[in-house]
């Protein structure tokens, strides 16, 4: 198989694969997770936007690999919280957090806030083993519940609440959430452009010269 066919989906969660998988399911590509290959280091997750996040865990992954490798990176932010946990969603409550505590670390910093609202952001990035990336980006806008509501997904999905569906993200199905998130709005953008981004793919990636063996 051509080697630009495989995708390798560069994240540890568990839920945003599962989620990512959903959405390209379907195409004419092979989908590999991390797991599918042997132990590589973590990518330090150090920049100030979610941009430069995502292009580092996608560039590293490619790079490593020598797949091409998508990388989601994302977060919560709360207006009455400034913005925060942002960029820091996945640490903010501690490196060794679960996901129950990340929701009641905010909670807690909800108390008595009459400002609800919140906004959930994605980047998608696509990148080669070369270097070179494309960028795809979702939002979703929503409001922090008091007291969280549903079983499904994963994150701060069950404090999430999504007046249009009257639900919080943890009450939607994947193929629900995948309608509206920031991250399935993201990746509708791949999925309309899937074509376009196989052939940047393959120009990216040139096949190893073939040297025929000529008179002998
Ligand atoms: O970096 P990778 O390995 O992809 O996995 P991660 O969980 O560390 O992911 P991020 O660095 O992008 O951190 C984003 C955090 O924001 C939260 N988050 C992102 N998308 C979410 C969603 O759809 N629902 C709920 N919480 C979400 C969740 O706590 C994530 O851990
Ligand atoms: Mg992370």
Redesign the pocket.
């Known amino acids: 198989m051509n080697k630009s066919r495989i995708l390798v989906i560069?994240?540890?969660?568990k839920?945003?694969t599962a989620?990512i998988r959903d959405m390209l399911s379907g195409f004419p590509i092979t989908i590999k997770n991390l797991d599918d290959f042997g132990p590589i280091p973590e990518v330090v997750?150090d920049g100030e936007t979610f941009d430069e996040?995502a292009y580092k865990?996608s560039s590293f992954t490619a790079r490593v690999l020598g797949y091409p490798a998508l990388?989601?990176?994302?977060?919560?932010m709360v207006e009455a919280l400034e913005g925060a946990p942002g960029v820091h969603?996945?640490r903010w409550a501690g490196p060794e957090a679960t996901?129950a505590e990340?929701c009641s670390k905010l909670l807690t910093e909800m108390e008595n806030q009459p400002n609800r609202k919140a906004a959930?952001a994605?980047v998608i990035s696509i990148a080669v083993p070369a270097g070179p990336a494309l960028t795809y980006e979702g939002r979703c806008e929503g409001t922090i519940l008091d007291a969280p509501a549903g079983s499904n997904?994963?994150?701060?999905?069950p404090v999430?609440f999504y007046a249009p569906l009257n639900k919080t993200?943890a009450q939607l199905t994947l193929a629900e959430?995948g309608r509206v998130?920031?991250?399935g709005r993201a990746l509708q953008e791949v999925r309309d452009e899937f074509d376009k981004i196989i052939k940047w793919i393959d120009y990216q990636t040139p096949e190893p010269e073939i040297v025929g063996c000529q008179g002998e």
């Open positions: 560069a994240t540890r969660n839920g945003k989620e997750e996040n865990k990388a989601d990176d994302s977060g919560l969603s996945a996901d990340r959930f994605c997904g994963f994150g701060y999905d999430f993200f959430k998130s920031h991250r």
